[in-house]
Nanobody, 129 residues
Framework: QVQLVESGGGLVQAGGSLRLSCAAS????????MGWFRQAPGKEREFVAA????????NYADSVKGRFTISRDNAKMTVYLQMNSLKPEDTAVYYC??????????????????????WGQGTQVTVSS
Protein backbone atom coordinates (compact mmCIF):
# COMPACT_ATOMS: atom_id res chain seq x y z
CA GLN A 1 0.00 0.00 0.00
CA VAL A 2 0.98 3.59 -0.59
CA GLN A 3 -0.08 6.68 1.31
CA LEU A 4 0.30 10.04 -0.41
CA VAL A 5 0.53 13.53 1.07
CA GLU A 6 0.58 16.61 -1.14
CA SER A 7 2.02 19.98 -0.24
CA GLY A 8 3.05 23.22 -1.89
CA GLY A 9 -0.27 24.64 -2.93
CA GLY A 10 -1.22 28.25 -2.36
CA LEU A 11 -2.22 31.56 -3.86
CA VAL A 12 -0.16 32.97 -6.74
CA GLN A 13 -0.61 35.68 -9.31
CA ALA A 14 -1.05 34.86 -12.97
CA GLY A 15 2.32 34.27 -14.58
CA GLY A 16 3.83 33.02 -11.36
CA SER A 17 5.13 29.60 -10.36
CA LEU A 18 4.49 26.96 -7.74
CA ARG A 19 6.02 23.57 -7.04
CA LEU A 20 3.81 20.85 -5.66
CA SER A 21 5.27 17.89 -3.81
CA CYS A 22 3.76 14.51 -3.07
CA ALA A 23 5.45 12.42 -0.40
CA ALA A 24 4.76 8.70 -0.45
CA SER A 25 5.01 6.06 2.24
CA UNK A 26 5.86 2.41 1.68
CA UNK A 27 8.98 0.57 0.58
CA UNK A 28 8.25 0.04 -3.12
CA UNK A 29 7.75 3.59 -4.38
CA UNK A 30 9.82 2.89 -7.48
CA UNK A 31 7.31 0.20 -8.51
CA UNK A 32 4.59 2.80 -8.97
CA UNK A 33 3.74 5.13 -11.77
CA MET A 34 2.64 8.50 -10.44
CA GLY A 35 0.17 11.06 -11.67
CA TRP A 36 -1.19 14.50 -10.94
CA PHE A 37 -4.85 15.33 -11.47
CA ARG A 38 -6.87 18.44 -10.69
CA GLN A 39 -10.47 19.38 -10.04
CA ALA A 40 -11.81 22.88 -10.45
CA PRO A 41 -15.07 23.96 -8.77
CA GLY A 42 -18.06 22.55 -10.59
CA LYS A 43 -15.92 20.47 -12.93
CA GLU A 44 -14.83 16.85 -13.11
CA ARG A 45 -11.37 15.81 -12.06
CA GLU A 46 -8.96 15.89 -15.00
CA PHE A 47 -5.54 14.53 -15.85
CA VAL A 48 -2.57 16.88 -15.58
CA ALA A 49 0.64 14.82 -15.80
CA ALA A 50 2.04 11.35 -15.23
CA UNK A 51 5.48 9.80 -14.86
CA UNK A 52 6.73 6.24 -15.12
CA UNK A 53 8.59 4.38 -12.40
CA UNK A 54 12.04 5.65 -13.40
CA UNK A 55 11.16 9.19 -14.41
CA UNK A 56 12.17 8.53 -17.99
CA UNK A 57 8.66 8.69 -19.42
CA UNK A 58 6.26 11.57 -18.86
CA ASN A 59 2.80 12.44 -20.18
CA TYR A 60 1.03 15.78 -20.03
CA ALA A 61 -2.38 17.21 -20.71
CA ASP A 62 -2.33 19.54 -23.70
CA SER A 63 -3.42 22.42 -21.48
CA VAL A 64 -0.22 22.27 -19.40
CA LYS A 65 2.41 21.18 -21.93
CA GLY A 66 5.37 23.52 -21.93
CA ARG A 67 4.35 25.06 -18.61
CA PHE A 68 4.28 22.17 -16.12
CA THR A 69 6.98 19.60 -15.42
CA ILE A 70 6.51 16.36 -13.50
CA SER A 71 9.52 14.69 -11.89
CA ARG A 72 10.29 12.18 -9.18
CA ASP A 73 13.01 11.34 -6.70
CA ASN A 74 12.73 7.66 -5.82
CA ALA A 75 15.31 7.95 -3.05
CA LYS A 76 13.13 10.60 -1.38
CA MET A 77 9.91 8.81 -2.37
CA THR A 78 8.55 12.06 -3.69
CA VAL A 79 6.98 13.24 -6.93
CA TYR A 80 6.92 16.89 -7.93
CA LEU A 81 4.89 19.11 -10.20
CA GLN A 82 6.66 22.31 -11.20
CA MET A 83 4.06 24.77 -12.48
CA ASN A 84 5.22 27.84 -14.38
CA SER A 85 3.35 30.58 -16.26
CA LEU A 86 0.27 29.87 -14.19
CA LYS A 87 -3.10 31.00 -15.46
CA PRO A 88 -6.37 31.63 -13.59
CA GLU A 89 -7.80 28.54 -15.30
CA ASP A 90 -5.19 26.44 -13.48
CA THR A 91 -7.05 27.14 -10.24
CA ALA A 92 -8.10 23.79 -8.77
CA VAL A 93 -7.47 21.22 -6.09
CA TYR A 94 -4.48 19.19 -7.23
CA TYR A 95 -4.32 15.50 -6.39
CA CYS A 96 -1.38 13.13 -6.45
CA UNK A 97 -2.09 9.52 -7.42
CA UNK A 98 -0.20 6.24 -7.63
CA UNK A 99 -0.66 3.01 -9.56
CA UNK A 100 1.39 -0.17 -9.21
CA UNK A 101 3.18 -1.16 -12.40
CA UNK A 102 2.16 -4.81 -12.33
CA UNK A 103 3.18 -5.53 -15.91
CA UNK A 104 6.67 -4.11 -15.59
CA UNK A 105 6.06 -2.05 -18.72
CA UNK A 106 8.76 0.65 -18.78
CA UNK A 107 6.43 3.11 -20.55
CA UNK A 108 3.58 2.75 -18.03
CA UNK A 109 2.43 6.28 -17.11
CA UNK A 110 -1.37 6.30 -17.36
CA UNK A 111 -3.48 9.33 -18.17
CA UNK A 112 -6.77 7.85 -17.06
CA UNK A 113 -8.09 8.43 -13.55
CA UNK A 114 -9.64 4.98 -13.10
CA UNK A 115 -6.25 3.25 -13.38
CA UNK A 116 -4.96 4.89 -10.21
CA UNK A 117 -5.68 3.12 -6.96
CA UNK A 118 -4.10 5.44 -4.44
CA TRP A 119 -4.87 9.12 -3.95
CA GLY A 120 -3.72 11.96 -1.75
CA GLN A 121 -6.03 14.39 0.00
CA GLY A 122 -5.35 17.22 -2.45
CA THR A 123 -3.81 20.66 -2.23
CA GLN A 124 -5.47 23.90 -3.32
CA VAL A 125 -3.88 26.03 -6.01
CA THR A 126 -5.41 29.43 -6.65
CA VAL A 127 -4.19 31.69 -9.45
CA SER A 128 -5.37 35.28 -9.33
CA SER A 129 -5.68 37.44 -12.43
Amino acid sequence: QVQLVESGGGLVQAGGSLRLSCAASGRTFSSYAMGWFRQAPGKEREFVAAINWSGGITNYADSVKGRFTISRDNAKMTVYLQMNSLKPEDTAVYYCAAVLNRSGNYYFAPKTEYEYGYWGQGTQVTVSS
